[in-house]
């Protein structure tokens, strides 16, 4: 089974294959963004075509749903069933392409800290509807994004325990927008979701900014995540998250430099991709 995966917005190949030759081109497993553009505005038939080039490649691919605007806990009910509809749009394209995962946002946000009772409420049901229309969906994994306390996911995923819905952590926001490297709470976070915690979102940042820079430029504590999933016995599946080709790059070169930790989550050495500079 594929253990790591990169992301890929479907509406860069769009406007540029490049980026899908460049995929094919170093055997990279894609985390294809689906979002309102790739999905009316680009034409099912296309969706087919890129599916059966990765396929004919032989490269696995996940797929993230669309979170911009969003609220699956939402108090308004307008916002509530759009965020709904979205998603459940979401996932005729996501079939195409057969992913081996689903990725989306629980986001549960501070302004719900006095509402979570409903907000959770509302939460596992849009969660339950997205698996309804899906049954048979691969893994659905729900990330973290500007959660300063793991408490609420955790409740929120015990809740969704009877479905097959389990916990992305994304290292860099949880750095950056739940204040990360202020609180130094990594362990607490790793404890806390340690049930859930089937696959990570790894990119980098200065603790501030949600930066996306590859793995080890900037100030992340990696040694504490791996030492955190070697003291729990975690090997989870990973998608790395750069937004440039330089970062993405930057984050091999930080994987060779660290193959014991890459071996936990089942990367060996000498399949990470070499590339002329």
């Known amino acids: 089974m594929s253990r790591y995966f990169v992301n890929l917005p479907l ?28 999905i009316d505005k680009i034409d099912e038939d296309w969706h087919y075509k890129v599916a059966k080039e990765f396929k004919d490649a032989n490269l696995a691919c996940s797929i993230h749903l669309p979170f911009h ?54 939460a596992v049901e849009t969660w339950t509807i997205v698996h309804d229309h899906w049954p048979e969906h691969p893994p659905l994994y729900l990330e973290n994004v500007r959660e300063y306390d793991p408490r609420p996911l955790s409740d929120l995923f015990s809740e969704l325990s009877h479905l097959n819905i389990k916990f ?29 915690l089937n696959h990570l979102h790894l990119h980098d940042n200065d603790g501030v900014a949600d930066q996306h820079l590859g793995v080890g430029v900037g100030s992340i504590p990696w040694s504490e995540l791996f030492a955190g999933l070697e003291l729990l016995d975690l090997s989870p599946t990973f998608t790395l998250e750069p937004h440039t080709k330089e970062d993405l790059e930057q984050s091999w070169v930080f994987m060779k430099k660290h193959p014991s930790w890459f071996n936990r989550l089942g990367v060996r050495k000498t399949s990470i991709p070499v590339w002329e500079n």
């Not at 605007?69 to 996501?94: H, W, Y």
């Not at 629980?106 to 719900?112: G, K, S």
């Not at 926001?173 to 362990?187: I, T």
Request: aromatic residues 18%.
């Open 11 to 38: 509406r860069y190949i769009y406007k540029d294959r490049s980026y899908l030759t460049y995929f094919i081109e170093y055997r990279i497993n894609p985390e294809l963004g689906l979002d309102a553009i790739s």
């Open 69 to 122: 605007d969003l609220q699956p806990g939402s108090m308004d009910n307008f916002i509530l069933e759009a965020t709904r509809k979205r998603l459940v749009s979401a996932l005729k394209i996501a079939k195409i392409y057969n992913p081996r995962f689903l990725v989306g946002h629980a986001n549960f946000i501070p302004l719900y800290l006095e509402l979570f009772s409903p907000w959770l409420k509302n």
């Open 168 to 196: 992305c952590f994304d290292v860099g926001h949880w750095a950056s927008y739940s204040g990360g490297m202020r609180y130094q709470n990594m362990a607490l976070w790793i404890q806390s979701m340690a049930p859930f």
